[in-house]
């Protein structure tokens, strides 16, 4: 029978450390054409929007989509994981704490395979849900030493430097703007929901890595032109999802600062198909928007560590 998976399920039985190690064989797995993935649809629907993306993962065996819905009340995730060669439902899990930790590790994959080894400093402009996830997985990949942090509200950035420095056990620090978050970072990241800027690519010292994860729609910008001309090396998840969803790149194609063919997948970066060579004054970006492989690679794990705990609840009816 199939497993009913609980947010309270997937938060006890999924770290950032499996979740790393999972979306960073997922990118292997994508730049060797072992995955498949469907770039997100979206419909809009009475009183919101439905969001849906597929794929499949050869090695994994398994194939699904991940579906959720935004309105004034918020959003609601789930993924449907199934097993690829029967076809067979395995699991129906909610999937706002996966979406989370995946968001997170990729830019956490990103950073181990883009920045300079010596990276000890972070500057996160965001204070959300899911800037929590792109500082742990960072400082899973790096020995980070001190964070630095810009979010427009003063009582939700000291809140957010308090939990997360007792959660890290490092120095997360706010400031008083973006410039000052970002100027001495060895990586920058976005996580905001900004329909222009809050970058500026005037602000990056050399040798910085950005991770700009707040932006997954073409009418929303999360960092400058000048940012995107200063990048030696960008890598995106999926160029096909990139085309409709990189708002941040769109308009520097457009007027021919970079193209399309300069871009990396990431996967081809992790799987060794993309070799570059990074001097240690370059810039470089991962603009980040999500892909379905990832959900499912966390979610198998989840299911498999599930069957193993005897967690979740079965669902009858889906045995055929």
């Known amino acids: 029978m199939a497993l009913l998976l609980r947010e309270d399920d997937v938060t006890r039985l999924l770290s950032m450390a499996d979740a790393l190690t999972a979306v960073e064989k997922v990118f292997r797995f994508h730049g060797c054409g072992d995955a498949t993935n469907m770039p997100r649809s979206r419909v809009r629907t009475s009183g919101g929007m439905l969001h849906v993306m597929s794929g499949g993962v050869t090695p994994l065996n398994v194939a699904g989509l991940k579906t959720y819905t935004t309105t004034r009340q918020g959003a609601r995730f789930a993924v449907l994981l199934f097993q690829a060669d029967t076809g067979a439902l395995l699991a129906i899990i909610e999937a706002d704490r996966l ?12 950073t181990k395979y883009m920045a300079r080894t010596d990276t000890r400093t972070v500057g996160i402009v965001g204070t959300g849900w899911q ?13 980070i030493e001190l964070i630095r942090v810009f979010g427009r509200d003063e009582t939700r950035r000291l809140l957010f430097c308090r939990e997360m420095s007792e959660t890290l056990g490092l120095p997360v620090l706010p400031a008083e703007s973006t410039e000052e978050a970002v100027r001495d970072a060895d990586v920058v990241i976005t996580v905001t929901s900004a329909r ?30 000048e940012t995107v001309r200063r990048a030696k090396i960008i890598a995106v998840d999926a160029k096909d999802q990139a085309r409709i969803e990189c708002g941040d790149l769109v308009e520097p194609i457009a007027q021919s600062l970079i193209s399309w063919d300069a871009i990396h997948e990431l996967g081809d970066i992790v799987a060794g198909r993309a070799a570059f060579l990074r001097a240690d004054d370059d810039i470089t970006l991962f603009e980040s928007h ?5 959900d499912l690679a966390v979610a198998a794990f989840v299911y498999t560590r599930a069957r193993e705990n005897g967690a979740g609840i079965e669902i009858p009816g889906f045995e055929k």
Not at 131 to 142: D, F, H, I, N
Not at 290 to 294: F, K, M
């Open 196 to 225: 222009e800027p809050v970058l500026m690519g005037r602000h990056l010292k050399p040798g910085a890595h950005i991770n700009a994860a707040g932006s997954n729609a073409l009418d929303r910008r999360e960092i400058d032109k």
């Open 290 to 294: 999500g892909l379905a492989i990832q």
């Open 131 to 143: 800037a929590r996830s792109q500082l742990a997985a960072v400082c899973g990949v790096r020995d």
């Open 99 to 110: 979406g989370q930790l995946r968001t997170g590790a990729a830019s956490g994959v990103a």
